[in-house]
């Protein structure tokens, strides 16, 4: 019995010697990467200790290289898909906390503002209002308030103004 597992560990050891620089090339080869490349053939020969009763002199060679292939295939098969988690994390972290930010800070702007346009005077409030929120012109409004396009305009622009030297303020 003990010259049966003599035999294996004899195999087993002069396969090591004689194959590991040609399974290592054979691995960097595929991956590219020699320090993992180095880790998977240590990987190879010890996977082929699991496989002692199976061996032959004849055969270890193609039993090698099937294990090597198989590890490589495994390797570039996690390495892929982390590449892909890694690239699925990163898109929808950086969107979600920028989006999230982003309607904090929009949030507190127009809490800001709605503040800053109860001081404004009455006309001003509500010229600055329609055009600022409901998207209204000039014109629209003029014609809406019954009061002329210039005066209008003047309101906005001094509404404008007086807004962003508000933010100007606060930011």
Request: overall charge negative.
């Amino acid at each position: 019995m003990e010259t049966i597992a003599n035999t294996y560990n004899d195999i087993i050891t002069r396969s090591y010697e004689e194959y590991y620089q040609v399974i290592l090339t054979y691995i960097t080869y595929r991956i590219t990467h020699r320090y993992e490349a180095e880790d998977l053939t240590q990987d190879v020969f010890v996977r082929l200790l699991d496989y002692k009763q199976m061996l032959r002199p004849d055969t270890v060679k193609y039993f090698l290289f099937t294990i090597a292939r198989n590890i490589v295939i495994d390797y570039i098969r996690r390495y892929y898909k982390k590449q892909e988690i890694d690239s699925y994390i990163y898109d929808t972290m950086s969107t979600s906390t920028n989006e999230t930010e982003e309607k904090i800070i929009g949030d507190d702007l127009m809490t800001m503002e709605r503040t800053r346009l109860a001081a404004m005077p009455e006309q001003r409030r509500l010229i600055y209002t329609l055009n600022r929120f409901e998207n209204k012109t000039s014109p629209e409004i003029a014609n809406e308030l019954n009061l002329s396009c210039r005066t209008v305009e003047n309101h906005l622009f001094l509404g404008r103004r007086e807004m962003r030297e508000f933010f100007r303020n606060c930011i």
